[in-house]
C-alpha cells in the first residue's frame, strides 16, 4: 500500500524520463544479443575492413602494405563512426558533474541527507531540468565492449600463427569484393605483412635497450592511458561527490587494466590501444574539453569554470 | 566498498578479456607419424606414442602439460630416430628415442618462432623450414646448426628434396629450391598464391609438383624451375598432391579431388567431391586414393574415381591420413577421441585414442 502511494507520487515528466532511458537501454540490449548471436560475422565485419585498409595502402607509393597504419587508420575510422556516442558520454559526464559541483544540488544533498527517497525525486527533477540523461553515459560503454571484443579477435584472426588460424582467417574474408577488385581476394591478401616499424604485430612487443627486454609499446599504452583519464575527468568540489572517488579509483585503475591487457595480448593490439588513447584526448581537445591543470602537481584541486544552463 | 567492487569489476573485465583473445600457445590440427610398431601424434602441448597393436599409451612427451605446442607432423628418421618440432612458447626440434620417448639430444634446435612445417631428412643432415622464413640445416646426430637461408615469409610447409635440391614452398607465394652445396637459392617460382603443402617430388626427381591458394597444381622442373604445366582447381589446395605412377592427386577446400596426368596437367575425374573441404593430403593405398574431409569421413576411390567405400570417422579431419600395416591411422579435431585406427581390409574402426 505504502509502495502503491509513493508510486504515485513520481514525477511523471521524472518516469516519461526514465521510460525513455529505459526503451534505449532495451534497444542496446536487442543490438548486443544480436551481435553475440552473429559473433563471427561481426568479427569478419572488422577483419575486411582492416584488410581493405591494408589492400588499399599496398597502393600508395613509399608506404606499401603495412598493418600497422592499416590499424592505426581502422582506429582513426572506428573513432569517427563511434564520435557521435563518445560524444554524447562526454557532454553527459560533464553535465553530471557539473550537477556535482552545483550549489543548489549541494544544498538538496544537505536538506535530505537523511531522506534518500525525496533525494532521488530530486535528483530526478534536476536531471530532468538540466536535460541530463543518466544512462547516456553508460550506454556507450556498453556498445564500446563488444567492439573491444570483436577487435582483439579481428586482430588475432588477422595474423594468423598455425593452419588452423589461416582457415579461420580465409573463411572471414567475404568473396564478393574481388569480383570489382582482384587485389581483395584471399589469394592475393595472404600472407598479411606483421612487421610494423620495430614490431611484429602478431607477438607482444620488446625493445632491447641497454641489454634490457623492454616492453616500450605496454610502457606507451599505460602513460597515454593515465593521461586520458587525468585529462578527460572534470574536477569535483561536491565532498559529497561519490562519483569523483570512483573518477580517482578509475585513473589508477584504468591505466593498470590498460597495461595488462596491452601486455596480454599482440603488439597489433597494445598499437590500437595507444592510438585510441591518443585520439581520445584529440576528441576531448577538439570540444575545449580536456583539463590540462589535471597533469600538473594539485592541479586537480583547482575549481573549473561551471557553465550555467 | 564502492571502490573494491569497481576495481573488481575493471579486473574482471581485464581477465574477460584476455581470456577472449589471448592465445598462450598455437592452436591447430594434429600432427600424426607412424612406423611398425607405434603410432606417433602431436597434439596440444605433447607428443604421444600410441601402440598399433591395441591402441594403448606407449609414452607420452613431454611428462606434463606446457605452454608449449605440438603441431607439426613427427618425422621418422632413417636412423630410426624421432624428430618432434614445437610451435609454443620454446620453439624447438628434438630427437626423440621413439621406443621411450626419451631426449637424444643435449640440447634441442632452438628458433625465434614457430615449427609449423615438419623436418626433412638427408643423408645426416636435417632440415627444417621456421614461421621466421629461414631454413635451418643441422646436424642429425647432434641438433647443431650448420647453416641458415632467410627465404622469405613464413615458411609451414614441409622441406622436400630429390638428392640434389630442398624444394621449399612459402607463405609468399614462392617455391624456393635451394642447393645445400652452395647454401642458396638455385631458383625460385611464383605459385600464384601461398603453399602449405609440401612440394612433391616425382619418383625420378626430375620434376615437382605443388599446390597452392592461387587455386591451381603447378609441375615444375625440378632442374631449372620452369613451369611444365598449371591445373586449375575450384579452389585453393591445401594439401600436398601425391603421385601415384602418371596420375597426380590432389584435392581443394571446395571438396573436390583432382586426378591429373603427371605429363599434361589434364583432370581426368571431372566431379568427384566427398562430402566436404578437404585440407589433408591423398593417402594412396595399394587399389586406389583416400580422401579424409573436414566433414569428418574418409573416402576410398579407385584409379578410375568410382568410390570404393566410406567411413564416418566422427569430429572434423584436417590431418593427412597415415597407412601402416593394413591400418589406416585417422586424427581427426573435435572428436570424442584423438586417433582412430581404420582396418583397411574390413573398413572398420579397429580401436580409438584415448581408449573409453
Known sequence: MTNMKQARNVDPAALQGMTSGMFKFVGVGVLLALIVWRWNDFIAIFVNIMLWTYHGLSHIPFIGASFGLAIILFTILTRVVTWPLASQQMKSTQAMQEMQNDKEWQDIQKKYAKDREKLAQEQMRIYKERGISPFSSCLPMLIQLPLWFAIIQALYRMLPTSPLSLLQLARSIYTWPEKFFPGLSATSLIPINSHFLWMDLSRPEYTLILGFSIPLLVILVGVTSYFQMKLTTPVSTNPNDQSAQMSRTMSVTMPLMYIFMASSFTSGFALYLLTSNLLYIAQYAMMGKVNWSNLLPGGSQKTPPIRKR | ?356
Open chain 2, 1 to 356: 566498498m564502492k571502490r573494491l567492487a569497481l576495481f573488481s569489476l575493471i579486473a574482471l573485465t581485464a581477465v574477460a578479456l584476455s581470456a577472449c583473445g589471448a592465445r598462450s600457445t598455437v592452436i591447430s590440427w594434429p600432427g600424426l607419424a607412424a612406423d611398425a610398431n607405434n603410432a606417433y601424434f602431436a597434439n596440444g602441448s605433447q607428443v604421444h606414442a600410441v601402440r598399433l597393436s591395441d591402441g594403448t599409451q606407449s609414452w607420452i612427451y613431454p611428462d606434463k602439460v606446457s605452454t608449449h605446442a605440438y603441431i607439426s607432423n613427427p618425422v621418422i628418421a632413417p636412423d630410426g630416430r624421432l624428430l618432434v618440432g614445437s610451435a609454443g612458447t620454446d620453439n624447438s626440434i628434438t630427437s626423440l628415442d621413439p621406443a621411450t620417448g626419451k631426449e637424444n639430444w643435449a640440447a634441442p634446435l632452438v628458433a625465434d618462432s614457430h615449427w609449423i612445417a615438419s623436418p626433412l631428412v638427408v643423408g645426416d643432415t636435417l632440415y627444417a623450414a621456421n614461421n621466421n622464413g629461414s631454413l635451418y640445416a643441422a646436424d642429425l646426430a647432434t641438433g647443431q646448426i650448420k647453416w641458415t637461408l632467410k627465404l622469405g615469409n613464413s615458411l609451414w610447409s614441409a622441406p622436400t628434396s630429390n638428392g640434389k635440391l630442398i624444394f621449399v614452398a612459402s607463405l609468399d607465394h614462392m617455391l624456393y629450391a635451394v642447393d645445400p652445396a652452395t647454401q642458396a637459392v638455385a631458383w625460385k617460382v611464383d605459385l600464384g598464391g601461398s603453399s602449405l603443402g609440401a612440394a612433391t617430388v616425382s619418383a625420378d626427381g626430375s620434376t615437382v609438383y605443388a599446390g597452392s591458394f592461387g587455386k591451381k597444381v603447378a609441375a615444375i622442373d625440378a632442374a631449372t624451375g620452369a613451369v611444365r604445366w598449371n591445373a586449375a582447381a575450384a579452389d585453393w589446395v591445401w594439401g600436398a598432391p601425391a603421385q601415384d605412377g602418371d596420375t597426380l592427386y590432389a584435392a581443394d577446400i571446395s571438396g573436390r579431388v583432382y586426378s591429373l596426368g603427371t605429363t599434361h596437367g589434364k583432370n581426368a575425374w571431372p566431379d568427384v567431391r566427398p562430402d566436404g573441404p578437404i585440407t589433408a593430403s591423398p593417402l594412396m593405398l595399394p587399389d586406389g586414393v583416400l580422401i579424409a574431409t573436414e566433414s569428418g569421413s574418409i573416402f576410398a576411390y579407385d584409379r578410375t574415381g568410382v568410390e570404393s567405400w566410406n567411413l564416418s570417422i566422427g569430429g572434423q579431419i584436417y590431418t593427412t591420413p597415415v597407412a601402416t600395416g593394413d591400418l589406416i591411422l585417422i586424427a581427426p579435431m573435435k572428436a570424442d577421441f584423438q586417433l582412430a585406427a581404420v582396418n583397411s581390409t574390413t573398413h572398420s574402426i579397429v580401436w580409438k585414442f584415448p581408449l573409453k
